[in-house]
């Protein structure tokens, strides 16, 4: 429950290469989520830019996870401040 609100963040928050916003707007991208929020990327066979829209697909999956291990370091440093201060 706790990744999906993650995700839910990051995905909401975290910026789109314009390559791959132009592609997404003109139909030659489309993406899919998985039940457990996997998401991937079609590109259609006529896209004529695919391989900067590759290149831009990489880059978002490279801040997704900069942000989640961001978000996630950062929580467990507050949760290990917190048992800190209970315990004392």
Same mark, same amino acid.
Request: with cysteine.
């Given at each position: 429950?706790?990744?999906?609100?993650?995700?839910?963040?990051?995905?909401?928050?975290?910026?789109?290469?314009?390559?791959?916003?132009?592609?997404?707007?003109?139909? &030659?991208?489309?993406?899919? $989520?998985?039940?457990?929020?996997?998401?991937?990327?079609?590109?259609?066979?006529?896209?004529?830019?695919?391989?900067?829209?590759?290149?831009?697909?990489? $880059?978002?999956? &490279?801040?997704?996870?900069?942000?989640?291990?961001?978000?996630?370091? &950062?929580?467990?440093?507050?949760?290990?401040?917190?048992?800190?201060?209970?315990?004392?």
């Amino acid at each position: 429950m706790v990744m999906k609100l993650l995700h839910g963040l990051i995905d909401r928050h975290l910026p789109m290469p314009a390559v791959l916003a132009a592609a997404l707007r003109a139909g &030659t991208v489309r993406i899919a $989520k998985s039940e457990s929020g996997e998401v991937a990327y079609f590109i259609a066979p006529h896209c004529r830019n695919a391989e900067a829209v590759k290149k831009a697909i990489a $880059k978002r999956n &490279t801040w997704e996870l900069a942000a989640t291990v961001a978000v996630s370091a &950062t929580v467990v440093t507050v949760v290990v401040a917190v048992v800190q201060q209970a315990t004392r």
